[in-house]
């Protein structure tokens, strides 16, 4: 059972705009940088996010991230096929000392 | 440029020790705030965050795995190995190693090594 809890599943429509929640707690989200992440099948994940809401450069402006209290969010844009993959959010736990990982969120464009 | 790459067995017997290496170039492990860390998946499962070292020595690891997990850097060959103990079928799984600076976001990440355990 991991630290972070995202849904197991979410879809969209191609162009359409979708979230994907991440729950915490004060000894994780609230209190430190969420990241989140992007894996495609047979490959390795890639960062999208850091820091909440910062976007590295080379990663599309359609990803956005947010956060409030123990929560975060990764929002997606414009909808595309190739963004079919599962995603990730992440933060350092200062009870574990060190970084957690959600369950991951798989994402289908219908 | 950062990379990194997994190296290590595809099959190991369960109560074996596994060894895998982080082979990275683009950074140095003696530059201020820089870490390697080691992220395992087993098929079709989550990302687990396994351990962490910083150009410091500062080592972390995954309370749950801690008694069984060993990290240690060599800044000579820009390596970094870890080495974990009673290996059982159930640590089948990818091994990533991917690198990040003090935060514990990994930023760039090795295409991962997939190790089996089975006898």
């Known amino acids: 059972q991991s630290v972070l809890t995202q849904p197991p599943s979410v879809s969209a429509a191609p162009r359409q705009r979708v979230t994907i929640s991440c729950s915490g707690s004060?000894?994780?989200?609230?209190?430190?940088?969420v990241s989140w992440y992007q894996q495609l099948p047979g490959k390795a994940p890639k960062r999208l996010i850091y820091?909440?809401?910062r976007v590295p450069s080379g990663v599309s402006d359609r990803f956005s991230g947010s956060k409030s209290g123990s929560s975060a969010s990764l929002a997606i844009s414009g909808l595309q096929s190739e963004d079919e993959a599962d995603y990730y959010c992440?933060?350092?736990?200062?009870?574990?000392?060190?970084?957690?990982f959600g369950g991951g969120t798989k994402l289908t464009v219908l | 440029q950062i990379t990194l790459k997994e190296s290590g067995p595809t099959l190991v017997k369960p109560t074996q020790t596994l060894t895998l290496t982080c082979s990275f170039s683009?950074?140095?492990?003696?530059?201020?705030?820089?870490?390697v860390g080691w992220i395992r998946q087993p098929p079709g499962k989550a990302l687990q965050w396994l351990a962490l070292?910083?150009?410091?020595?500062?080592?972390r690891y995954s309370p749950s795995l801690k008694t069984r997990l060993t990290i240690a850097k060599d800044t000579s060959t820009n390596q970094v190995v870890l080495t974990m103990t009673n290996m059982d079928p159930v640590d089948t799984a990818t091994y990533f190693c991917?690198?990040?600076?003090?935060?514990?976001?990994?930023?760039?990440w090795g295409p991962g090594s997939l190790v089996t355990v089975s006898s």
């Open positions: 004060s000894s994780n989200i609230v209190n430190n940088g």
């Open positions: 820091n909440d809401d």
């Open positions: 992440s933060a350092w736990d200062d009870r574990l000392n060190g970084p957690v």
């Open positions: 683009g950074f140095s492990l003696s530059t201020f705030g820089m870490g």
């Open positions: 070292i910083y150009w410091d020595d500062d080592v």
């Open positions: 991917a690198h990040s600076m003090t935060t514990g976001s990994f930023d760039y």
